[in-house]
């Protein structure tokens, strides 16, 4: 079925100049952009964002490197949007990502990992519209 996920260029892709690259990467594996931002996340946004992720040692790492510079966000639609998003960006780590995946290209780190894929249709809702209104979606 049809359905969307949402990503964002994080700070590290985002300051290297490769935002333009991925999108390229994404359009072509037939994503289509439902919306589309660049913006600034502030460490407290950040830490709301990945609340589910706040006992966790990397939490408030995560948080400073996410509000460190500029991101896009955006939200994709495709078939099967969730797990083909996942699988073009690679794992978690760029060490484990398969080849040709956007964090193999891109990712420095586990960290500093290029862009983040929702798990979960669930999620995609409530991140999407974290940083998108309804009528921008
Ligand atoms: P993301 O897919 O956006 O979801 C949570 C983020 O936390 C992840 O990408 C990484 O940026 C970061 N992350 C996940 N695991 C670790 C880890 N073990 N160490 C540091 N950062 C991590």
Do not use: W
Request: glycine share 8%.
């Amino acid at each position: 079925a049809t359905n969307r996920t949402f990503t964002m260029i994080k700070p590290d892709a985002f300051g290297a100049g490769n935002s333009g690259a991925i999108l390229k990467m994404i359009e072509e594996a037939g994503f289509k952009i439902i919306a589309l931002k660049k913006t600034q996340l502030n460490e407290e946004l950040a830490g709301e964002f990945y609340k589910v992720h706040e006992e966790r040692p990397f939490y408030s790492a995560l948080c400073k490197y996410m509000s460190s510079g500029p991101i896009i966000a955006a939200i994709l639609e495709k078939d099967n949007a969730i797990a083909d998003f996942r699988k073009l960006i690679g794992a978690t780590n760029p060490d484990d990502a398969e080849e040709g995946t956007i964090r193999k290209l891109y990712a420095t780190s586990i960290e500093a990992n290029a862009v983040h894929g929702s798990d979960s249709d669930e999620n995609a809702e409530i991140e999407g519209s974290f940083f998108f209104n309804a009528f921008e979606k």
